[in-house]
């Protein structure tokens, strides 16, 4: 997994490539944790996910309760198809910001 960072007006963007499983979603945690720690509305572009496993979804969770304490954002766009079925039979669908 890859994560990419771009600082765009008042918020960050992370580019995420690649598949989020046990060996890298502390990757994606830390990432999200420190663009939290610049500012308060961090979007997560799914584009290139084509796999999130439960460490992953951990990690999305963590983020979403960081984005609540900093009273900010965390928004998920261009979730893909397989990505989007995990967050739907886990219930994320309804805990996570997803924008088409």
């Not at 610049?38 to 799914?46: S, W």
């Not at 979804?57 to 304490?69: D, E």
Request: net charge negative; hydrophobic share 50%.
């Amino acid at each position: 997994m890859e994560i990419k960072e771009i600082k765009q007006d008042s918020k960050i963007i992370l580019e995420i490539a690649g598949r989020i499983d046990a060996a890298n979603s502390s990757q994606l945690q830390n990432g999200i944790l420190l663009a939290f720690q610049k500012m308060k509305h961090v979007e997560l572009d799914f584009g290139q996910v084509a796999y999130i496993a439960s460490a992953g979804l951990r990690a999305l969770m963590i983020g979403q309760k960081t984005a609540a304490a900093k009273e900010g954002a965390m928004t998920l766009r261009n979730v893909g198809e397989m990505v989007m079925e995990v967050f739907e039979m886990t219930g994320f669908c309804d805990i996570l910001n997803i924008e088409e």
